[in-house]
């Protein structure tokens, strides 16, 4: 099975929103509410951010917010910030007991 | 707070087994909402989920790894561990442990700091 389908690279400039797509099948992100979005700024862990396509883990900012439509899942950050310039990666369970990751979007603040 | 920390060689050659460990602090890795599982990333690329196993010793393996790979648990150390056998220079790569819930929700919630292991003759 192949990786899921992000954007290399997405920026907005501080205070704008930015949109992060992930685009599957019908397989694995359209098949499945389980869609999940990782934060990883450089030499670090990922950190998770979003669960279940929309769901907000505790102490995650509400400038953060998942949804979904047909196989694209999309990440959102308003209100952008200095510190949300990082590596982001949509995870999806894919069936069959596989789960598939995103390749990943650098998120730059202008 | 839970804590996940992984150890073993950094360095392998080429046919050589990967055998990487992570144990698990504060809190026990029998639980049963969560199975444990390894992640890598190649330098520069994605996130690759490798594989998990619960800790009955039920696991879930990528297909495009699971000929290579054993995931295994030692609840009495609060450990689990990785070995990747016949390892080529494209397995070189940060190596993550994390807990995954498996179901409702379904993600990895936490994680260690990684570790980069090298293949290269």
């Known amino acids: 099975q192949s990786a899921l389908t992000q954007p290399p690279s997405a920026s907005g400039s501080p205070g704008q929103s930015v949109t992060i797509s992930c685009t599957g099948t019908s397989s694995d992100v359209g098949g499945y509410n389980y869609v999940s979005w990782y934060q990883q700024h450089p030499g670090k862990a990922p950190k998770l951010m979003i669960s279940?396509?929309?769901e907000r883990p505790s102490g995650v900012p509400d400038r953060f917010s998942g949804s979904k439509s047909g196989n694209t899942a999309s990440l959102t950050v308003s209100r952008l910030q200095a510190e949300d310039e990082a590596d982001y990666y949509c995870s999806s369970y894919a069936g069959s007991d596989n789960v598939l990751f995103g390749g990943g979007t650098k998120l730059t603040v202008l | 707070q839970l804590q996940l920390q992984e150890s073993g060689p950094g360095l392998l050659k080429p046919s050589e087994t990967l055998s990487l460990t992570c144990t698990v602090s504060?809190?026990?890795?029998?639980?049963?909402?969560?199975?444990w599982g390894w992640i890598r990333q190649p330098p520069g690329k994605g996130l690759e989920w490798i594989g998990n196993?619960?800790?009955?010793?039920?696991?879930y393996y990528d297909p495009s790894l699971k000929s290579r790979v054993t995931i295994s648990i030692d609840t009495t150390k609060n450990q689990f561990s990785l070995k990747l056998r016949s390892v080529t220079a494209a397995d070189t790569a940060v190596y993550y442990c994390?807990?995954?819930?498996?179901?409702?929700?379904?993600?990895?919630?936490?994680w260690g700091q990684g570790t980069l292991v090298t293949v290269s003759s």
């Open positions: 994390a807990r995954q819930s498996w179901g409702t929700p379904f993600h990895f919630d936490y």
């Open positions: 196993i619960y800790y009955s010793g039920s696991t």
């Open positions: 279940e396509v929309s």
């Open positions: 504060g809190g026990s890795i029998i639980n049963n909402n969560y199975y």
